[in-house]
C-alpha cells in the first residue's frame, strides 16, 4: 500500500522525535550516573544525620575536602567510561576488550576509591587471569561495583532486551563473580533499557524488574522496596529499612525506591539518595543513571550539568553510543 506524501512526512516527523528523545535519554542516563556519583562524593561513608546537616533544602553546603574537589566523580564513573569506550571500539560487548580498558584505568593510578573485590579482579587480570576467572568469589563480592558502572550496557542493548542478561554477565562475572552482584547489575541495566526507550511505566517497574532478573536477594529486597513505596514510606525512613551499604542488594533497592518515589524528578531523586548515607556516591550514581534515562538530560538542572566533571566528554560517548545502539535492534 502507498502512503500519502503527508502521512510519510508524519512518520518521518515521528521518527525523528522518537530518535531524539531516545538520544536526550541516553545522554541524561550517562550524565545522571556522574551526576549522581559526584554528588555523593563528598559523603561517602557519613550518616544521613551528618549529610542532613550539610542539605539547605536546595542544595548541599560545602563539605570538607576528601582528596577531589566539587563536581568530580568517583570510581563509578570511571569504570562506566571503560565500559562506554569498549562498546564503542568494539561496536558490541567485548569482554575481553572491556578487560583491556579495565586494566588501562587500574594502570593509570587514577582510581578514586575502587572497590575491594574490583581490586582483587584487577591484580588477577593484570597477571594474564583470563577475564571469566578473574572475578572476585565468595559472599564479599555481593558488592555494588557492578550495578554502579552498568548503564551503557544497557542502553546499548535497549533495543535487544532478550541479549542483556548475558551481557550483563560478561560485563560484571570479570570483577564480581557472584550472582547478587550479578543480579544487582542485571536490574539496573534492565531499567535503564527500558526507560531509554520510553516504555517503562513506574507503577510496574518493580515487577517487571523482578520477573527478568529472577530469584534473588536483590529481587527480594526491590519487592519489599516496592511494599514500602505502596505504604507511602518517607525516602528517609525507606533507606533506612532497605539499606544504603555497598551491599548490592541494599544498593539496587534503595536506588530505585528514589526513583520510584519522584519518578519525574531528577533533581529528588538522586537527593534522597545521597541523604540515605554510608554508600552515598554509587546509591546515587544508580538512581541518577535510571532517573536520567526516564526524564533525559532536558529534565537535569542545567547547572548541575555544567558544573560536573568532563559533562560535555560523557555527553558525546553517550550520542555515538545512542547511534551504535541502533545497529542492535
Ligand atoms: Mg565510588
Known amino acids: 500500500m502507498q502512503r500519502a506524501p503527508t502521512q510519510i512526512l508524519r512518520l518521518a516527523q515521528n521518527d525523528i522525535v522518537m530518535n531524539d528523545s531516545v538520544r536526550d535519554r541516553f545522554i541524561g542516563s550517562i550524565l545522571g550516573l556522574a551526576i549522581g556519583d559526584a554528588l555523593g562524593m563528598p559523603f561517602e561513608g557519613w550518616y544521613p544525620d551528618q549529610i542532613r546537616q550539610h542539605w539547605d533544602n536546595n542544595a548541599f553546603l560545602p563539605s570538607p575536602p576528601r582528596g577531589l574537589g566539587s563536581g568530580q566523580y568517583t570510581d563509578d564513573t570511571l569504570m562506566a567510561i571503560c565500559h562506554l569506550k569498549s562498546l564503542i571500539d568494539s561496536g558490541k560487548m567485548e569482554p575481553e576488550d572491556t578487560a583491556q580498558k579495565f586494566i588501562e584505568w587500574y594502570n593509570s593510578g587514577n582510581l578514586r576509591g575502587i572497590g575491594k573485590s574490583t581490586a582483587i579482579s584487577m591484580q588477577r587480570l593484570k597477571k594474564g587471569c583470563p577475564w ?5 568469589v565468595g559472599e564479599f563480592a555481593a558488592g555494588n ?8 550496557v ?10 542483556l542478561k548475558e551481557a550483563v554477565h560478561q560485563a560484571v562475572v570479570m570483577t564480581h563473580n557472584n550472582t547478587e552482584a550479578i ?8 531499567l535503564v533499557a527500558r526507560a531509554a526507550k520510553g516504555d517503562l511505566d513506574p ?5 517487571e524488574t523482578r520477573k527478568f532478573i529472577g530469584h534473588s536477594a536483590v529481587s527480594k529486597n526491590l519487592a519489599k522496596a516496592e511494599t514500602l513505596f505502596r505504604e507511602g514510606t518517607r525516602p528517609e525512613e525507606a533507606l533506612d529499612i532497605l539499606g544504603t551499604s555497598g551491599y548490592v542488594v541494599e544498593t539496587v533497592a534503595s536506588a530505585v ?3 520510584l518515589n519522584t519518578p519525574q524528578d ?3 531523586t538522586v537527593v534522597h539518595a545521597v541523604l540515605g548515607g554510608v554508600d552515598t556516591d554509587t546509591t546515587a550514581a544508580v538512581a541518577g543513571a535510571i532517573s536520567g534515562a526516564f526524564n533525559g538530560a532536558d529534565r537535569i538542572p542545567p547547572d548541575w550539568i555544567s558544573g560536573r566533571e568532563d559533562s560535555e566528554a560523557l555527553a558525546s560517548m ?4 545512542f547511534e551504535l545502539s541502533k545497529k542492535t535492534s
Not at 571469566?132 to 572476585?136: F, H, I, L, P, T
Not at 544497557?154 to 541479549?163: A, H, M, Y
Not at 553517550?318 to 553510543?321: F, G
Request: glycine residues 10%; charged residues 15%.
Open 257 to 259: 525506591f528514589c526513583f
Open 132 to 136: 571469566q576467572e578473574s572475578g572476585a
Open 318 to 321: 553517550a550520542d555515538r553510543l
Open 203 to 207: 507503577d510496574t517497574a518493580i515487577s
Open 154 to 163: 544497557g542502553l546499548f542493548l535497549c533495543n535487544d532486551i532478550p541479549s
Open 266 to 268: 531528577f533533581k529528588s
Open 145 to 152: 561495583g557492578g550495578a554502579m558502572r552498568i548503564a551503557p
Open 183 to 190: 543480579a544487582g547489575a542485571a536490574a539496573v541495566a534492565y
